[in-house]
């Protein structure tokens, strides 16, 4: 996949000047949390995810728009770094500014995009936003917005600094992993823990804030699973076919190449 591999810093937003902006951009604005991921992990991991699946799909999408000679840019804004991470607040060095917060946060910075870019898809790192994105965007569009927003999830991934964040954080980040190999966490499926994680929060299930397991984890293994889902970013923002909630589907013709 051309590009996949480069996060092309010529992209960022945060590193232009405004005559290097121009008219009508596609804008991928990452969204991520500052919570706890586990004794193995950052507190930044879902945002370094977003960040770094926004700036690949940026560059797989210009390398698209310029094989089609489009000259429109496409750029990658500063990420949000504080998303709706209520279900954490029992662990030191969690930071959520609640839905409310969130919610205004989005629309107003894609209120503000839209003076100039053309498109603005915010790109998603935490399950938590999920409600709050649902909400913002479809109030967005609903004003006349031309947004919407994807998330950074891979089929059969485990759902909380287990084995899928932990590869992909030993792949860009290897650094900032702790020893993971005598971390438990809670391996349950999140739909029979998910009552008593939304009445008590993260620490009444899992002690270590881990929700699967990090046992096995490799930085070959993030390689692949972020290439994945660049892919799909990458695949839905150039497809922009967006659902009542303000989500990006897949194209219609890989919907229907995906088919048994």
Known sequence: MAGAGDDDPGGGLGGAAWPDV?????????????EQHGPHLPLSTDTVIAEAVAARAAGVLRDAR????????????????????????GFPGTVSIGHEALHAVIVETVRSLAGWAGR??????????????????????????????????????DAHAGFTETSVML????????????VT??????????????????????????LGDPAGASGEHGREILAAMVAAAARRIGG?????RGRLLEPRAAATEARP
């Open 22 to 34: 121009g008219e009508g951009a596609l804008v991928l604005v990452p969204a991520g949390s500052t």
């Open 66 to 89: 310029r094989d089609e000679g489009t000259a429109r840019p496409v750029l990658v804004a500063p990420a949000i770094a504080y998303g709706a991470s209520g279900e954490h607040a």
């Open 120 to 157: 603005v898809a915010l790109v998603n790192g935490h399950g938590g936003n999920v409600a709050t994105l649902d909400a913002a965007v479809a109030r967005l569009r609903g004003e006349g917005h031309d947004t919407a927003w994807v998330g950074c999830g891979v089929p059969d991934g």
């Open 171 to 182: 792949h860009l980040a290897p650094g900032l992993v702790r020893p993971f190999h005598a």
């Open 185 to 210: 966490g809670e391996t349950r499926p999140l739909a029979a823990i998910m009552p008593e994680l939304v009445a008590r929060g993260v620490r009444a299930v899992s002690p270590s804030g881990v």
């Open 240 to 244: 922009w076919r967006v659902d009542g």
